[in-house]
């Protein structure tokens, strides 16, 4: 079940958002989508990715992975294809059903994942 993205704009009241959600769920480890290009090589965006673990493994001092999330996007955006209600990409809707296959990835999961 997706949790409420993190989507602030200001990086201190992301950051809150996520210590809010790793308190009240006992987190004790993080798995993050890495954006490796579709080669799967290093590029811009995951480099960007990796300055904003840098600053998860300061502030919150938990083990992360990075898990690759080539297509997920992808993925959700054509489950919502056909869907009767539109999907605001800046909502974090889409974000949050991907964070969810990039879960089950990390997990090993093979069944059906729904995504609502």
């Known amino acids: 079940m997706p949790i409420e993205p993190a989507v602030q ?3 201190k009241e992301r950051l809150a958002h996520i210590e809010k959600e790793i308190k009240q769920r ?3 480890a993080i798995a993050i989508g890495y954006p490796l290009n579709m080669d799967g090589t290093v590029g ?3 480099k960007e990715v990796d300055v904003f673990i840098e600053k998860l493994e300061k ?3 938990l083990p992360i992975t990075r898990i690759d999330e080539r297509l997920t996007s ?3 955006e054509e489950d919502y294809k056909g869907g009767k209600k539109k999907i605001d990409p800046k909502s974090g809707a889409i974000d949050s059903s991907a964070a969810c296959i990039i879960l089950k990835d990390f997990l090993g999961f093979s069944g059906d ?3 609502s």
């Open 44 to 46: 811009f965006k995951a």
């Open 59 to 61: 502030r919150f001092h």
């Open 9 to 11: 704009k200001k990086l």
């Open 113 to 115: 994942l729904q995504i």
């Open 26 to 28: 006992k987190v004790q």
């Open 74 to 76: 992808h993925l959700v």
